[in-house]
């Protein structure tokens, strides 16, 4: 470690560390700083006016906890490598460095070949090459190819310093308070055996309080019904405009990288070089080019579609909601809009559906304590917990979004 | 008050309650919306990475404080008329409605002719057109019109809901929380004596202590080096696009509104139908068409400085600075930029300077204190205090700030 | 209400207000200021070391949510007079009122007659004849004989103030921060619909959240194993006083009301005269009587069982525990304790069992959310939860206490 | 450092975590015990009815943050040995051990002969003779005796651990906000130059902050009136209680061992083993000694004085308060008295007169501020500071406390 002294202000944790000088570099990176300008929640903040914060902020409010996991698996005598620590650091640091603008919405719709992990892998690449391969460690890890897997599920497991991070952050952020968990006793609860990330046994209320913190936060944040009908308008907007994509002026395309790569996107045979065209215009976006083209589209008269979804999504013009619709009452709004005075071509949009499966617990990554005696169970079999209940713990969400009146 | 029963979230208090039907339909107007998209704190997130919040969530956050002050005052039996308080209100939430993209910032760079507060005034107007009149009694309470001023010196005097707002807001998003104050116990504090705003005795500490809170945000990080040093590339980067906006293609200029609008400015004379279409199209910026422009001009070969300058902010490339710097140095640094690699025309930009002024307090608008025997003193007298401390009292700041080398 | 404007700092809501010069009144008498001395939650500090908040605090908290509750319902157009107003903020105030040292420790120890709320009850009635029955209303309510029955359901329900703020307060002094709840979010969601306590649909997740949060408090804080086990200790010892009481010299039971008042309640056939010195008595004590006694015992050379127990409990000699002994385990604890060098007749006292069943949720007390329709239903119908999960939801905790060594 | 894990709650830092075995077994030391039952802030409590935390929590908080310290310096390179760090450590938990019942406000008054720094001293010795010299350099740092005197400066200089400790927490739990420093930016700024503990030069503002807040402390709460007024009242009994002890029944004087200590004190002639068992006695009193003596004499009919004296500070019958009273006013108060119907005997306590000099700053413990070329200033020197502001600073406190009436 050199002598560099960075710190960084956090409201959530005080002052974030930055380690040695090679982090500093990753994080001046201009691929790395893009993320300043993509906000962690996407359309959240229409409902929650204070989660405006960013991927950049969630990115380093990673690698701080992957410090205190690391620190803390290091007092435990667990054995940690001068660099494993850096890389594990690193892996925090750049998880989330593929996501494009307006994160999760978007994910889809911009570049349907990759997923933002890909996306993520393939920045890491690109750093490695630039750093003499001061990253491979970093890359196995992420890869799940290193070979102690514990690692991995420090940055990609059921309670993971990704999801400590973004739920507790995005609590802070959105004012939601319930959501906020208790990430510094978690930490002090973590240990390794086996290679496999546990928890000691005393925390596992710690552990069931996630769970719950986690569920409040997708039904009350994340899948607020407000947010999920935003959501669906600007992926509707932007199914169309790929679709449509050649019946928009070239001069209209010429101003936008965003259209520019949703016409790149529909080519039907993609070469490698149109490949590495894309993802490097990808990488130049951030959520300003898409709220510029929501907003010119929003007074685009050329495709009344374009811009009446633009302008429900720039004027906040939300649609009713109903959970849980029938068939009845389904039939009924689709007769009763009143479409006389409407566009006849909006009339497809009027009308949306959406149904979310939200999972409480995936029994595929399940999380273990650990007691006294070093064995391991999963935490729903202590007998604090009801196992019953974290049994295929679904709740299925169904929406029905519909636009009374246009004016 | 109706029944509608609108709450907002708000990290710093909890909850705002949105007082009636009228005022939730301010807050739906689009030139309301607008300020979701206006960052609070311009280029400060570029050091305070959590300092991203918004126009649209101080303003929030202001009106919630005027209704703490007028129910307090209330309680102390000042009269409040139900239209007083409406308007005191509405006088609180858009007060900032004439800001523009990276507010302060560029507020005169982008239309010279008028302050933010005139163009706030705009806006209300426009409303109260809209609204037939029912913005009349916060038109007269903004521009002090009104006669009872107390209302008037609630959002902007010393010690007003406004700042109160702003200096507990970004100092919780930026985590400099030396800067907090307790808006609470200053609020319970308020009074009115013969029409003037002033606090109860045993407030004087929290008086005090407003003004340095106030100070640590403005020396820490309002007027931060790194911050006031990016501040003056995008004003320098305005003040030659402005300049320059001529020498610009068509093709470019019609991409982006920001430097339509230049091209208006440059006119010599304005005529009323100039200024208005000025206006119309200020309306429609936010900080995604800055972020934009900056980011298209950072790959604009057509202009070596504007796309040097627009990468520099782009990229976070901070300039080196030294404080308070003497005659020797700065002709040692001139002389010393190493410009053989470098395009001459960008010489003139690569050494800046910037002096300025931080009051600690203004004399011309003094804050008073208010004895059980009714009298009033400025709080400065108070045996808790120094006077002589609070007498002219300006720091000048200094700062020369120098690009050592160019990649 | 009158002009006085006392207010009372607190930690957690910031500034109490006290509604009128009456409430202050109640606040300053003798009979409430007592609560100063008694700790909220007992021996919880001898683990949380933090917990050292008293029946004081916690009550003028209760108090303050009591108002905001009023507030909010009169904003929801249910009708409150100002007798029912002041009425319901006084059974807030003193609901506690008749707690005894060491709370629920000693609850049936120190005076096996009443329960603590009895005697609340008396001190309201002792307090309302001083006062010419200003309190008639606040005794009805409390004795739930008023005819409005939600104002008892606000502070006696399954999610009452009294509820909010203790789980609130523990969480907060204890440092447990998972055990918070979001008060703010619950009381905007209170509603009252046929005279029945209810919450609006929107706040079922806060439901959960209560409950869940106060599993985690009992759990982790109010039956930690350690603080069960000392509280064990402390009530063996007063049992033992009780029954011990006669042979004690009269010097030393003249030195502690605390054992007089034992001794006393020691007596078959208890007088009218006899019960009314009893609570007399019972009224003059709080906690630092009973720290006193204990600081006492541990060096008093007359009673090697006393003097024992008082010596674990003073200096935190805790005994090693299991949890959910089996048989065997048991049998060779007692063959195994290391009695050659004890006084034999401590051998007794070397091994505690306790037993406990913790209820997640009382069938018998309901929480009702109120759809926008006005219906009720149980909020564990609701299909945000699982209604299996909230039926029989009883956790039984079992532990075997035993002293390894003596020194 | 060895294997165990044990972690506590702290609302302030989270978790406080116990270095080792040595230290565990410190802390369960009952000399060390004992602090649990002395209150950090005396009377202060009867104002911010919050601040009821304990001399045990803060020694904890002072250990925690010299560790922070300990491991910021290591960071910054500046070589601590094991046994420094662990020493470094043992001052801070024991800095306090000599505290008596009530604190600063009986210190003088139950052993006039030691500072409670002496008697900290005493108790570290007794320890030490225990461990077999295992604490011999703590106490050689505590003494200031140690070589490398930066170790002293930590726990005993103008911006040191328990400095910070207190003023964060007295802050935190009387909620008096204004009141917080923030310990974390202090200690990242803290640094090691010559053998004098500095602070970087950014940190500036946020050592005029701590000295600001010490102010609003100081002022606002441990110079509060009422709690002055409730604290000369206490010393006033235990003034009188040692003057007269002699005309005390020996039956009372045996119930306290208070009384006992003070009839001891009063010998004229102290032997050394007449000290030791004063010693001996005061280590077994806490603020419950103190408590119960009150409430006795409360009703204590032999000595009216000595009953009235702590009626007052039982029931808080708060004497008004006079701030700078003149010598009209003064005289107008003593002929005012209604002495009529009170015992002639209380007259000379129903007037107390109180003055204070509050230092904002100690010329005499300068704080340094260290620049990037490693040259150390006086902070007041730098020009964000101004120097004469720094100068003499002393705040003199006057008050005139008067019984209006007895009932």
Redesign the interface.
């Known amino acids: 470690m050199t002598?560099i002294?960075k710190?960084?202000?956090?409201?959530l944790y005080?002052?974030i560390d930055v380690y040695n000088d090679f982090i500093l570099s990753l994080i001046?990176d201009?691929l790395f700083?893009r993320l300043?300008?993509i906000q962690q929640l996407s359309l959240s903040?229409?409902v929650?006016?204070?989660a405006?914060?960013?991927r950049?902020?969630h990115s380093?409010g990673v690698m701080y906890l992957m410090q205190l996991c690391l620190d803390e698996l290091r007092?435990?005598?667990i054995e940690i490598s001068e660099l494993e620590y850096e890389s594990a650091l690193i892996v925090a640091l750049l998880h989330d460095v593929g996501h494009g603008p307006y994160s999760h919405t978007l994910e889809h719709s911009l570049i349907k070949e990759f997923h933002h992990e890909e996306l993520s892998l393939y920045v890491m690449k690109q750093l490695n090459e630039k750093h003499q391969g001061r990253l491979d460690t970093a890359i196995a890890i992420f890869e799940n190819s290193y070979h102690r897997k514990f690692f991995y599920q420090l940055i990609s497991g059921a309670i993971d310093v990704d999801r400590m991070d973004y739920l507790n952050r995005d609590s802070?952020?959105?004012?939601?308070?319930?959501g906020?968990?208790?990430v510094?006793?978690l930490i002090?609860m973590i240990h390794v055996s086996n290679d496999q990330i546990c928890f000691e046994e005393k925390g596992v209320?710690?552990i069931?309080?996630f769970f719950?913190s986690r569920?409040?936060m997708y039904?009350?944040v994340y899948l607020h019904k407000t947010v999920v009908g935003l959501e669906e308008l600007m992926i509707l907007l932007f199914s169309y405009l790929t679709n449509h994509i050649e019946t928009f002026p070239e001069s209209f395309i010429?101003?936008h990288k965003v259209l520019q790569l949703l016409s790149y996107s529909n080519n039907k045979e993609k070469t490698p070089d149109l490949i590495q065209t894309m993802i490097h215009l990808f990488f130049?976006l951030?959520?300003?080019?898409v709220?510029?083209l929501i907003?010119d589209l929003s007074s685009f008269e050329h495709d009344s579609i374009a811009c009446y979804l633009s302008q429900c999504i720039?004027?906040?013009k939300i649609y009713k909601s109903i959970k849980?619709p029938n068939e009845a009452l389904r039939k009924e709004l689709y007769e009763g809009l009143n479409l006389s005075e409407t566009d006849p071509k909006i009339k497809p949009y009027l009308l949306i559906e959406k149904s979310i499966l939200f999972h409480l617990y995936d029994h595929k990554q399940p999380t273990f304590i650990k007691f006294k005696d070093n064995s391991l169970i999963p935490f729903e079999q202590h007998?604090?917990m009801?196992e019953?209940?974290w049994k295929n713990?679904v709740?299925p969400l169904s929406y029905l979004y519909y636009q009374p009146k246009l004016k």
Request: glycine share 4%.
């Open positions: 002598q002294r710190i960084i202000n956090d409201p005080g002052f001046n201009p700083q300043r300008h903040a229409m929650y006016p204070g405006v914060h960013t950049f902020h380093l007092r435990k005598s802070f952020y959105s004012g939601v308070v319930e906020s968990i208790s510094h006793r002090k209320l710690s069931e309080n719950f569920k409040i039904l009350q010429s101003k130049e951030d959520d300003s080019d709220w510029y907003k720039r004027n906040r849980n007998d604090l009801r019953k209940q713990e709740y």
